[in-house]
């Protein structure tokens, strides 16, 4: 039976708290990048836009594109100890030893850093070739958007298919079974369907257009980590008392 009143293992009050605020800052993060990049460059609705469109917006907001794919970037690499603060708060001593747990952490770094490859490529490859297409003629437009398109299409592989929707709907998935046993039955269920919407993207592999499947997917995990935080805020409180 899930605990409902009951302390993960003899992890004390403090570690419990931090655990909830880390879960609630990697919650609320994703708004920076949400606001800063949908105003900059139409983030995330305009993954897929053609150069023509997004090269330009990447040169007119440069400054606004870099910062918020920076804090993109801190989002997906804080997925990481998110993780692994979840599999050691919300699990006893026995259960931090058992594979799952193990392989929640190891799967979130892989996650973490197949999400940063991803996120490079705004970072490093996006703002040359925007600079390259302000001034160059049809002939060179049409070499750089051929270019635009391989590494948008290469780095989207790595970071939203790989990293977000394969390797991090496979880490929360480990993470709710190591769980299970300390977490309430519903956010239990809850991260069990939370990890079936994060992996639905993977539709695109087989040639399905998966729309706007990476966002629902994103906006699932952070209301399972903004849920998740509660439950150990809560805890941490009744452990004070």
Known sequence: MNAVAGSPGATGPGRIM?????????????????????QAVNWPQGLDDPAAVTL?????????????YLAYLAYSLLFLPVIA????????PEGRLRPVARIAVILAAVSALARGVGILRWLT????????WAGADPALRQVLSVQFQAVNDYGGGIGELLGVSALGSAAVACAVIATRELAPTWLTWFGAAVALASALPLAELA??????LTSVGVAAVQLWFLAAAAVLATRARRRHR
């Open 18 to 38: 931090g655990a909830a605020v880390l879960l609630a800052v990697e919650g609320l993060l994703i708004f920076v990048p949400a606001v800063v990049l949908g």
């Open 56 to 68: 330009p917006l990447v040169a007119e907001n440069e400054t606004a594109l870099r910062l918020g």
């Open 85 to 92: 603060a979840l599999v050691t708060v919300l699990t006893g």
């Open 125 to 132: 490859v996006m703002p040359a070739l925007a600079e390259s």
């Open 207 to 212: 040639g399905v257009d998966a729309g706007a």
